[in-house]
Every structure is written in structure tokens, then in C-alpha cells.
């Protein structure tokens, strides 16, 4: 069954950089798009970017676009979001999913908490 599993998260402070991972297994990883969300206290979860199967195209929200960038390694079946010039309006968990359809029945990994603070 589909399993992802996202990592690299941890405490920066403001400015600084992170990457995240996510390890997918389950599905044929290189024919799916993928995506990130993420998801802050007391708010709705949201959609920051995405990219295609072939890796080639993507898309971002416009308060991460020149910020964030996405990428996928389809050998290794992992998808990856560095996260450059942080704030402390980044700080949420990130989740990761496939796109644009998500995961059936709603499945969610565990996430990866980013929190941005001095």
C-alpha cells in the first residue's frame, strides 16, 4: 500500500535553509506528480508545490515561489523541497502527497515539523 515518509525538518532560525525529503513506496513512484503541503496551527492545510512525474515542470504558491524549490529523484523514489530564506511564516509541518489527485482514502504521512524562530 502507498506509504510516504517525510523527513528533514527540525528548528532555523530566520534566514536559514532546509531541506525536506519525502521516501514514497507502495505506487510507481515515477509515473505519479507530487506535492507538498503544509499546515500551520489553527489553520487549513495547504498546497506550496507541486511537480510532475518526468520532474520537469512545477509550481509553486506565490509566497514561496524564488524561496522554495522542489525536485524529485525518481531513482530513489523521493521527493525533496528545499526551503531557503526562511521565516517565521514558514513554520508549520509539511506534509508531502501525490498531485493533483491525492492518496486514496485520504492517507497522510506523518509529516515533518518546520519551525523558524531566533
Known amino acids: 500500500q502507498v506509504q510516504v515518509v517525510e523527513s528533514g525538518g527540525g528548528l532555523v532560525q530566520p534566514g536559514g535553509s532546509l531541506r525536506l525529503s519525502c521516501a514514497a513506496s507502495?505506487?510507481?513512484?515515477?509515473?505519479?506528480?507530487m506535492s507538498w503541503y503544509r499546515q500551520a496551527p489553527e489553520r487549513q492545510r495547504e498546497l506550496i508545490a507541486a511537480?510532475?512525474?518526468?520532474?520537469?515542470?512545477?509550481r509553486y504558491v506565490d509566497f514561496v515561489r524564488g524561496r522554495f524549490t522542489i525536485s524529485r529523484d525518481n531513482a530513489k523514489n523521493t521527493v525533496y523541497l528545499q526551503m531557503d530564506s526562511l521565516k517565521s511564516e514558514d513554520t508549520a509541518m509539511y506534509y508531502c502527497?501525490?498531485?493533483?489527485?491525492?492518496?486514496?482514502?485520504?492517507?497522510w504521512g506523518q509529516g515533518t515539523q518546520v519551525t523558524v524562530s531566533s
Open positions: 511537480i510532475n512525474p518526468a520532474g520537469g515542470m512545477t
Open positions: 502527497n501525490s498531485h493533483p489527485n491525492k492518496f486514496v482514502n485520504d492517507y
Open positions: 507502495g505506487f510507481t513512484f515515477g509515473n505519479v506528480g
